[in-house]
């Protein structure tokens, strides 16, 4: 499984989900994407969406790394 740094956190990712990390890392401000890294954190997963409507879950691992999934 891929890995990639966006902002200082590890992130794991299939292929099917590039795109979704690639929205967390060029296309959302940094406030944003660390409020949803937080929100991933505090509540183990959160749904998010890219700008053409495609659906992916960020999960928080319990050892501190994410993963992005397509849903």
């Not at 956190?9 to 060029?26: F, M, R, W």
């Not at 053409?52 to 999960?59: D, E």
Request: net charge positive.
């Amino acid at each position: 499984m891929p890995q990639t740094n966006v902002q200082g956190y590890t992130v794991h990712y299939d292929n099917d989900a590039e795109k979704g990390v690639y929205h967390l890392e060029h296309v959302l401000s940094t406030n944003e994407t660390e409020s949803m890294f937080q929100n991933a954190r505090l509540s183990h997963k959160i749904k998010f969406e890219d700008r053409i409507g495609r659906n992916y879950t960020l999960k928080h691992k319990p050892f501190g790394d994410y993963t992005v999934v397509k849903r």
